[in-house]
């Protein structure tokens, strides 16, 4: 009778099984999907439903779609494209505007004079490009410099929200006021938007000045240090989302 009843029990298990694999080949394996964390579903949140970059789930699909996409005239004029680099588990991420001449010939973010003074502000609160994830809000060149048009920064904009929802980062700091006026949604001066802690989704989110600025005016610098005080504040007391 038990003996039955366990010849029974393994029938059932192993037609429940073959079901499951029918089921798999069919529609793609029953394994639970990993349930995207508030932060990231937040984000995700923001892009467009139609737009491709939603269904890509790596950094590196996601760097291929950038490379090879034309969004906007900027992305045919381009030499390379900047994605954007450094950790993919960075705790901080660093948004800046747009590639410059430097960037645009090698493409990595923050190469040229600037990037040398932000490895400098880097380092001075104790951290590497490789703890960081640094990224632009736009992923080409505009021509001379000039400043992002809304089309530009809209169309790019949905790569950045991807790159966030993939990384997770714990705090974001904002390297000048495109950058901040762009994330926060507002007009603000960057005087307005720096020293204080904005809630971006559920995660702390700095603004300060971009390094070309500090470059341009030596009276930021001090303001600019408080800035990064209060960011190495955060990270270190491990004030983060969720
Ligand atoms: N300025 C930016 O905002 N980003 C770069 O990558 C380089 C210069």
Known sequence: MHRDFCVTMVEQLQGLRNCLY???????PLVPVEPLKGFARRITDLIPME???RALSSLEDLRHYVENATLVPIDA??????FGEGNARARIMLVGEAPGADEDRLGRPFVGRAGKLLDKMIAAISLSREDLFIANILKSRPPGNRNPTPQEIAAHLPVLYKQMALIQPEFI???????GQTLLNTLGTLGSLRGKVHDYHGIPLLVTYHPAALLRNQR???PAWEDLQ???KLYRTGLAHQ
Request: glycine share 6%; proline share 3%.
């Open 22 to 28: 029918a089921e798999a080949e069919m529609h793609g």
């Open 51 to 53: 737009n491709p970059v």
């Open 77 to 82: 004029a381009r030499t390379k494209a900047v």
């Open 173 to 179: 700091l904002c390297l000048g006021k495109v950058a």
């Open 220 to 222: 930021w610098k001090r």
């Open 230 to 232: 209060l960011l190495q």
